[in-house]
């Protein structure tokens, strides 16, 4: 069933979409956003922290005479590595979230990917006055943790985001992550002035530990068993599934078709492409602020979080946008994919160069904030795309592209880390060439290979698991999928 078609279904429910405490599945959106708030504000805050944790600060000794003294001493690239040793974990349970999520249900393990991830952040002062190594060691188990939210996050919208809505659903959520990059960014420069360095984490951390109990309580694994959930829209969203309550949860993955297909491989390339620029300024941009243009700590704070914030709010009107124009057939899904990463690929890259080129403080801040924000629009191509490849295979798909995506949050902090050993200003040009000319890569590749159909070797491994369903219990089951 096609958005087009669910579109004239209804759940029944007489309520605009704003009053999301109406209906069961916008509740989990809800909740799945301030997940993802949490997912970002305990990856980004050693970004700002790491800042005060290692600048030279004029002290006054007993008898007068000025001096410096600093938490850390670690050169530009010992700062690369702890900023990218969270992705060292993170690669790793990227597919195994994906599996995990099938077995165990996404609600559950995306649920324990954030509490887990909670109660190492406040272990991270601890760690780090330990030494750089248990640093390093606690940031590899956070990263372990939440490399399962975005597989388990296809898994949950699998089961409760009908077609119609999956952009809007999948990008709602998504959003949390860029406010949590917002609100973590200047609140972290206000903790270190105001408490040190140390309660940034600890305050991170304990709203984190708050959100997974309330998680706990109110989400579901599916609306088959919310109990809160009405008649109507349980119906709504399991016929737009195509999906009845009998239907076993154990998929078959087509391993080797998966990893070997085109609309894959392309999707995971986009994955890459952006989060090397992504995180290239997630990591660096405050350092480069206070180091390149002179800004303040505090300054520098709020400064990068305005292009999370442009990015927040694209990442919300796009999906919008997105939905509306398959729902009114002026383009199809793979147009709408296309359309969305290239896009906002192509406009990422001439902000990159522009502010590259001409590196001075207003107009350097808005092309990065440009830059960064219009990934909100790529973000609805390809993140969303494996539910249009394979909505069984969603949470492994999406498993397989982070994790490939990943390894561009491990290597750009540390290629940014060796480049900007005396962090000058032809350093950061070509930190920022350098992701100019990923972008240029990117663009191309999902242009020619990237597809928003159903693939055939979903529908095979469906008609399979359906024959042998029946096999069992003798009863015949409609089509899983029917591609049209």
């Given at each position: 069933m096609d958005a087009s078609e669910?579109?004239?279904?209804?759940?029944?429910?007489?309520?605009?979409?704003?009053m999301f405490w109406k209906r069961r599945r916008y509740v989990v959106v809800f909740m799945a956003f301030f997940g993802f708030f949490n997912v970002y504000s305990m990856r980004v805050n050693l970004s700002v922290a790491i800042v005060a944790?290692?600048?030279?600060?004029?002290?006054?000794?007993?008898?007068?005479?000025?001096?410096?003294?600093?938490?850390?001493?670690?050169?530009?690239?010992?700062?690369?590595?702890?900023?990218?040793?969270?992705?060292?974990?993170?690669?790793?349970?990227?597919?195994?979230?994906?599996?995990?999520?099938?077995?165990?249900?996404?609600?559950?393990?995306?649920?324990?990917?954030?509490?887990?991830?909670?109660?190492?952040?406040?272990?991270?002062?601890?760690?780090a006055q330990a030494g750089v190594g248990y640093l390093i060691a606690v940031r590899v188990l956070e990263g372990f943790f939440e490399g399962v939210t975005f597989p388990c996050s296809h898994a949950i919208w699998s089961r409760w985001a009908p077609p119609s809505e999956r952009s809007r659903m999948a990008s709602i959520a998504s959003t949390g992550a860029f406010a949590g990059t917002v609100v973590t960014m200047p609140v972290?420069?206000?903790?270190?002035?105001?408490?040190?360095?140390?309660?940034?984490?600890?305050?991170?951390?304990?709203?984190?530990c708050v959100w997974y109990i309330a998680w706990l309580f109110i989400v579901r694994r599916s609306p088959e068993d919310d109990e809160h959930i009405s008649a109507r829209e349980k119906a709504f969203i399991v016929q737009t599934l195509k999906r009845s309550e009998g239907e076993p949860e154990n998929t078959r993955h087509p391993w080797k078709k998966m990893l070997t297909s085109k609309a894959v491989i392309s999707m995971s390339i986009a994955s890459f492409t952006e989060d090397w620029g992504y995180y290239t300024l997630l990591t660096g941009l405050p350092t480069f602020l206070?180091?390149?243009?002179?800004?303040?700590?505090?300054?520098?704070?709020?400064?990068?979080?305005?292009?999370?914030?442009?990015?927040?709010?694209?990442?919300?009107?796009?999906g919008y946008l997105a939905d509306w124009l398959q729902i009114r057939g002026h383009l199809t899904t793979t147009q709408v994919r296309k359309y969305f990463t290239c896009g906002g690929f192509l406009a990422q890259l001439v902000c990159m160069m522009v502010g590259a080129w001409v590196l001075s403080p207003i107009p350097t801040i808005i092309c990065v904030t440009i830059a960064v924000g219009m990934g909100g629009v790529a973000w609805n191509g390809y993140l969303v795309n494996p539910l249009d490849l394979s909505p069984k295979s969603a949470g492994v798909l999406m498993g397989i592209a982070n994790g490939f995506a990943t390894i561009a949050g491990v290597i750009s902090p540390i290629v940014s880390g060796y480049i900007t050993t005396n962090n000058s200003e032809n350093e950061w040009r070509l930190v920022f060439y350098i992701t100019a000319g990923i972008y240029v890569i990117g663009t191309l590749i999902y242009w020619v290979w990237g597809s928003g159909q159903l693939q055939p070797w979903s529908v095979e491994v469906s008609e399979q698991s359906k024959q042998s369903m029946n096999q069992n219990d003798g009863t015949v089951m409609s089509e899983i999928y029917k591609v049209t």
């Open positions: 669910c579109s004239k279904l209804s759940d029944g429910i007489e309520a605009p979409l704003w944790m290692t600048e030279l600060r004029e002290v006054m000794s007993e008898n007068r005479t000025l001096g410096y003294e600093q938490n850390f001493d670690w050169s530009s690239s010992i700062q690369g590595y702890v900023l990218s040793s969270f992705f060292y974990g993170y690669v790793f349970t990227q597919v195994l979230g994906g599996y995990m999520s099938n077995k165990f249900g996404g609600t559950n393990v995306f649920g324990v990917g954030i509490g887990a991830t909670a109660l190492l952040t406040l272990l991270t002062p601890i760690a972290s420069g206000l903790l270190v002035n105001a408490s040190g360095w140390e309660s940034v984490f600890y305050f991170f951390g304990l709203v984190a206070k180091t390149v243009l002179g800004f303040d700590l505090q300054a520098s704070g709020f400064i990068s979080a305005l292009p999370y914030l442009l990015m927040g709010i694209l990442l919300s009107y796009a």
